[in-house]
């Protein structure tokens, strides 16, 4: 039995945009620019009292903060997080060439600005993989291992200054974390937070699972204890990976046999976590029990002095002295500051959003890219590196139930007493540990290497796009990769604009409804009539295309039967001429315009279903003043024109009939220019082309 359907019958007249404006009393909007500045620049209590709040979220949130609901958990949770973000603060410094004591000043220093400016309750900022091995990569650049090498004279024993080279790393880092926020902030004043639209989430993934594996590759070399040259710039990675296989028979036993139960033990634990998290409020920390462990194993039975591990070694305690970032290192490094202001900006948002899903909040894009950059600004007078969202650790926060960013500040708080009490104790921990813990948390990132079997299946574009930036990223290095692969998605979008098919509709018997007979069988065609659609927005860079659509769909080229026309006419002419019977009424050139390429030749071309910003566009560009087109062209919908259109016709065909024969000799054509005219009008007969809806009236009679 069918079910009964609601149905609906309308009586209308048929309206053009013209008579609809005119009948229902269009309203005139006006946007004057000058209004509009003064409102932007114009100032008050109530707007300066905003402008603060939106700058220092914690002045609306820390008023309405509810101790007794929310501290415990932002107290525990944020200890927890701080178990997670020493450890792998350490571990990434040595991904940027850097001293383990930086990755406690990345995971401290920027966190006391994003305390104040951030405005994502969970968050917490800190050192990431990706934009640690970018910093790494400038570091071996601007400051390579062999400026600081030196022969001994007694031995031929090459000597490396460990500490000045490890000095330099710092202020350069320094120096790129500093120009990094300003490039942050600046883009943040212009509102360019719009930017992440543009990055696909398969683009992403694809540059994402490429650092990972690049990182992977790079901690080998801590994982088996082996000492290989640094590399940087294209197919760094190839070579790296190439040397670490040569110096595997060189591989330190001790080191490894440290690398593996850590990684066997992370692994086994993160899983019973996961498993568990519903019983269990707070995850067992064991990155820091690890390296508490680990730490007191190599220590007690001096298994470095034994066995020639590479250890953490000296930790100074304390704050360091601000620095002033080197401004002339500044043109060496401004490409890939900001490649990693993007990337940062790009991760942070990310998590954000995720966050924000989670819990019902929005997040104010250009505001997150203000307080990153602040917090990168603050932080580079200390010998930070740049940082970004701490994924692990605000997804620790957030699985022990953080509420706020109280959780960050206890997060701050672990950090700071590791720097100011802690961190000497840290002295013979195995690299090849904190090695392993950055292998296991790059787990998620190299599971998305199966990402192209099912993006294939879901869209091959996107597919394309998660290759392109996935091997532009691991060969080329992750600057360029970055590059290539934003270019790439650019591409793809252009693409996307510029080559969507357009489609003719026809028309559902006896309705107002008009759809693609390549997609419904029952469906008839209009006599005299070819309604086309174009599935794109309309701008320069596609108008040629459009056109090209339009000349297809509609089968007819008006500019090919413009032409062939005009030979016609002046053969025509010269026959008249001859036998002297041209007549005034019988002129072959029409001298009044009014028209489009398709009118030229006696076909009407209307627009249907025009959105306002597109009328105002045709308005503006001069198409109705010029006569290019006309007001009374523009319909509602595609069914008031299909019915203006086929009273037109009929109105023509009752004409016709009642003419009488004409006499042998006369001839009237509707071509529409003279013969001066065709070289200034033909190469614009792409002007024409901005509709959806055509009506085909060729009419010769001879």
Known sequence: MNKVRPRYIVDRPAYSLELFNEEYEKKIRSYPIGGKARKLFSCSTSKLKAFIFRLFPILSWLPKYNIKENILSDVLGGISAGTIQIPQGMAFALLANLPPVNGLYSSFFPLVVYFFMGGIPQMVPGTFAVISIIVGNVCLKLAPESQFQHDNGTSNVTITDTEAMYAARMQISATLACLTAIIQIALSFVQFGFVAIYLSESFIRGFMTAAGLQIL???????????????????????????????LPKTNVASLIFALVSIVLLIIVKELNLKFMHKIRFPIPMEIVIVIATTAISGSFNFPEK??????????????????PTVGQWDEMVGTAFSVAIVGYVVNLAMGRTLGSKHGFDVDANQEMLALGSGNFFGSFFFIHVISCALSVTLAVDGAGGKSQIASFFVMMSVMVTMLALGTYLNPLPKSVLGALIAVNLKNSLKQLSDPFYLWKKSKL?????????????????????AVGVAFSILVVIFNTQFRNGSTLNQVTATDIYVNPKVYSKVQPIDGITIVTYCSPL????????????IKKAGLDPGKVYLSKKKYLKKQEQELKKKELKKKRGSLFMKNKLCTSFQRIGVNFYLADVQAQVYDDIEHGGMFSDGSLDHKHLFITVHDAVLYAQANNTRIRNTDSG???????????????????ISDDYPNLEEAMFGSMFQTEIQTAL
């Open 217 to 247: 590759i790079s901690v080998l070399k801590y994982i088996f204890g082996v000492s290989i040259p640094p590399y940087s710039g294209v197919l760094a990675i190839i070579y790296t990976f190439i040397d670490i296989c040569k110096e």
């Open 307 to 324: 066995y020639h591990m590479n250890v953490v070694g000296h930790i100074p305690l304390g704050f360091p002295s601000p620095t002033l």
């Open 462 to 482: 996107d597919c394309l796009v998660w290759l392109v930036s996935f091997f532009s990223t691991f060969i080329l290095g992750l600057p360029y990769g970055l």
């Open 539 to 550: 701008y320069f860079a596609n108008s040629e295309i459009f056109r090209q659509k339009v």
């Open 659 to 677: 003419k009488k024969a004409k006499e042998a000799g006369d001839t009237e054509i509707y071509i529409m220019d003279t013969q001066d005219e």
